[in-house]
Nanobody, 125 residues
Framework: VQLQASGGGSVQAGGSLNLSCVTS????????MGWFRQAPGKEREFVAS????????NYVDSVKGRFTISRDNPKNTVYLQLNSLKPEDTAAYYC???????????????????WGKGTLVTVSS
């Protein structure tokens, strides 16, 4: 499984970014997808996940109302729209894929098997 994330960058507080992750090596439309992030000196944390069909989403409380996860199954791509960014959102963002077809994505980093390379988001005040 390969996960290629892109879209990170440097923005000022209140700005927006749109992350995307192209996935290969898996039947994309059978698996939950998600995003985690890791800030300097902190553990990797769950950010958002989306069900295989896109009908169910889950977010960590700190990003609810600001971030939106979506997917385009024909393009094997998952997105994370980041709005109203805050300095505390600064982190490397990692795309993840479930390991069991149709099963919810774990929210613990140590339960995740597949990781893409991170894309860095830097928010300045």
């Amino acid at each position: 499984v390969q996960l290629q994330a892109s879209g990170g960058g440097s923005v000022q507080a209140g700005g927006s970014l749109n992350l995307s992750c192209v996935t290969s090596g898996v039947t994309f439309n059978k698996y939950y997808m998600g995003w985690f992030r890791q800030a300097p000196g902190k553990e990797r944390e769950f950010v958002a996940s989306i069900s295989w069909g896109g009908g169910q989403t889950n977010y960590v409380d700190s990003v609810k109302g600001r971030f939106t996860i979506s997917r385009d199954n024909p393009k094997n791509t998952v997105y994370l729209q980041l709005n109203s960014l805050k300095p505390e959102d600064t982190a490397a963002y990692y795309c993840t894929c479930g390991t069991l077809a149709y099963a919810p994505l774990p929210t613990r980093g140590d339960a995740i098997v597949y990781w893409g390379k991170g894309t860095l988001v830097t928010v300045s005040s």
